[in-house]
């Protein structure tokens, strides 16, 4: 798919942020700032240009995520279970029949990165698509038609709570990003460099 603008009206874009940040020694990381700006902010920004509006996943520190400026959803679980309920609250919040997940610490995707996963996904008529890069599978690097929240509110229950998993399940479409090598600034030392 070449026209940019396509995905705009049918996509909404999710930062994920809802995590406890256990490698980041509990740090919100959707909050912490690079160069003068959140990585929640910085990916707002990434996904704003691809999608026709923007939530953000979060569960603590939601003052601080409402002035970003667009809605923010929660997690419905207790415990914070994990990307999937994120995925979950987005998939109950959005007004689209897709949604494009980006976490808030993944770097280094294309600027065609939605378009190109709903290309995918359409081609192939499937519900859900992921990225791969040059590091392999990037689940949470995904889109998930909303007619996916009952199974993922199944999966939670049942407490299978991985993303790879769940996505498999639908039998989701992997999309070469080999082009690309995202980062994940997921440590104090990845988010040094």
Known sequence: MSDLSAPLACVTGVVLAGGRGLRMNGIDKGLI?????????????????????????????????????????????????????????????????WIACLPCDTFG??????????????????????????????????LLHTDLADAVDAALHASRRAVHAFLNAQHAVAVDFTDCAFANLNTPEALAC
Do not use: F, K, W
């Open 33 to 97: 700032e690079r160069d003068g700006r959140t990585l929640a902010e910085r990916q707002l920004e990434r996904l704003r240009a691809q999608t026709g509006a923007l939530l953000i996943s979060a569960n603590r520190n939601l003052d601080r995520y409402h002035t970003l400026g667009v809605p923010v959803v929660t997690d419905r679980q207790p415990g914070h279970p994990g990307p999937l309920a994120g995925m979950l609250a987005a998939l109950r919040a959005a007004r689209t029949p």
């Open 109 to 142: 995707t294309p600027d065609d990165l939605v378009p190109r996963l709903l290309a995918a996904a359409t081609a192939a008529a499937a519900p859900a698509a992921y990225a791969v890069d040059v590091h392999g599978s990037q689940y949470t690097v995904c």
